[in-house]
């Protein structure tokens, strides 16, 4: 028997209860019991399934880890961006780095009123994961005579509880966040946005995780991921089936990979001489077999010229990157509304090309 005193309260436990002046390091999750409060429960051992790690996230956690180290205060880490793009994975290679430094790791998975005071007790380094912040606090509304969730942790990433701790959320959606957290590294000093893989990445990756006798695919794959995005998910699933002895092309319709996004194109029309006309911002719908027709203007203004064309005509020019049709498979109509001087200047130019661009999200970060 095991007779714990807390304060005048007294509780007794059975021989297998064991005392620690610190949290070992280790992962735990948070959990609450209606009768007795939160509690830690050891998590399952974090592990590293990726032989390697890609998007330099090793730098990274390194930086984390060091700055974590300089600080004399709390240190807060935003990771950003879509779902299956990385998030998850950097979180779990920092804890893991963690803890071999000797930081325990606390998993908070869902929001529980009160739980700010408690994350506050833990008087030592630890660090705080909030997977899917976004969902599990900022889409939460509170309840009558409830802080609103945000804004119960505020305190807490100020700094002003016991202890050093490093607080990180990973979030999809990064609007969801107060205006409390962004634009504060008084509060979170990295911002960390994860975005789809590059061409080198996507080509590093396959020559990776593909045999070398199915090395022939990889261009294919590559064409594809410059019309939609793919994350490193996509990538993981079509490596497998490619793997499999399966062209891209026939696995592909068969994938957990559907057109739902709306994404948006540059368009430009290149004509004999020079001259370029084009459309800054299109969405084309790549998987549909329907003519496309686009109008350009040379001015944002006069729409004078539509071309049409069939997305199945591009071919992806890999040193360029980008998607050309040439000009016998495109077909030109101009509006005759416009004065007769202006409808015969673009009439007088003779077509070269159509360039298709993918227009890539904005950065969230200022560049210098």
């Known amino acids: 028997m095991k007779a714990i005193k807390i304060g005048n309260r007294v509780e007794i436990y059975n021989d297998m209860v064991r005392t620690f002046d610190e949290l070992p390091p280790k992962a735990y999750i948070v959990r609450f019991a209606k009768l007795s409060g939160f509690y830690l429960e050891e998590y399952a051992e974090i592990e590293l399934k990726e032989e390697k790690i890609y998007g330099g996230q090793p730098e990274k956690v390194r930086k984390v880890l060091e700055a974590y180290r300089r600080s004399d205060r709390n240190l807060g880490v935003i990771l950003s961006g879509d779902k299956g793009i990385g998030k998850t994975l950097f979180a779990r290679f920092l804890a893991v780095e963690a803890i071999k430094q000797g930081i325990p790791v606390l998993v908070?998975?869902?929001?529980?009123?009160?739980?700010?005071s408690y994350l506050e007790k833990p008087d030592q380094r630890v660090m705080l994961l909030f997977d899917e912040f976004d969902k599990t606090f900022?889409?939460?509304?509170?309840?009558?005579?409830?802080?609103?969730?945000?804004?119960?942790?505020?305190?807490?990433?100020?700094?002003?509880?016991?202890?050093?701790?490093?607080?990180?959320?990973?979030?999809?959606?990064?609007?969801?966040?107060?205006?409390?957290?962004?634009?504060?590294?008084?509060?979170?000093?990295?911002?960390?946005?994860?975005?789809?893989?590059?061409?080198?990445?996507?080509?590093?990756?396959?020559?990776?995780?593909?045999?070398?006798?199915?090395?022939?695919?990889?261009?294919?794959?590559?064409?594809?991921?410059?019309?939609?995005?793919?994350?490193?998910?996509?990538l993981r699933a079509i490596a497998m089936e490619v793997n499999g002895g399966e062209k891209f092309a026939a696995a592909i319709p068969d994938l957990n990979i559907l057109n739902l996004a709306q994404d948006k194109y540059k368009l430009d029309l290149h004509f004999?001489?020079?001259?370029?006309?084009?459309?800054?911002?299109?969405?084309?719908?790549?998987?549909?077999?329907?003519?496309?027709?686009?109008?350009?203007?040379?001015?944002?203004?006069?729409?004078?010229?539509?071309?049409?064309?069939?997305?199945?005509?591009?071919?992806?020019?890999?040193?360029?990157?980008?998607a050309v049709i040439p000009a016998e498979r495109l077909r030109l109509t101009y509006d005759e509304d416009y004065g007769t001087e202006l409808v015969n200047?673009?009439?007088?130019?003779?077509?070269?090309?159509?360039?298709?661009?993918?227009?890539?999200?904005r950065s969230l970060h200022y560049a210098v």
Not at 108 to 116: E, K, L, Q, T
Not at 211 to 222: H, M, R, W
């Open 108 to 116: 908070v998975d869902r929001y529980i009123p009160g739980i700010a």
């Open 138 to 234: 900022a889409a939460l509304k509170p309840r009558d005579a409830e802080q609103e969730p945000q804004a119960e942790l505020l305190g807490l990433f100020d700094g002003i509880s016991q202890g050093k701790k490093l607080f990180v959320i990973t979030c999809n959606e990064v609007r969801g966040l107060s205006d409390c957290i962004l634009n504060r590294p008084g509060r979170f000093h990295y911002h960390f946005r994860f975005d789809y893989p590059s061409e080198e990445e996507i080509r590093g990756y396959l020559a990776d995780k593909l045999e070398k006798k199915y090395y022939g695919e990889i261009d294919t794959i590559v064409e594809f991921s410059r019309k939609v995005d793919l994350n490193y998910d996509c």
């Open 272 to 322: 004999k001489g020079g001259e370029i006309i084009g459309a800054p911002e299109v969405q084309i719908d790549f998987f549909s077999d329907d003519e496309k027709a686009v109008n350009i203007s040379e001015d944002n203004y006069n729409e004078i010229i539509s071309v049409h064309f069939y997305t199945q005509d591009c071919e992806y020019d890999m040193q360029k990157r980008y």
């Open 345 to 361: 200047k673009m009439k007088a130019l003779v077509p070269d090309y159509l360039t298709i661009k993918k227009i890539r999200n």
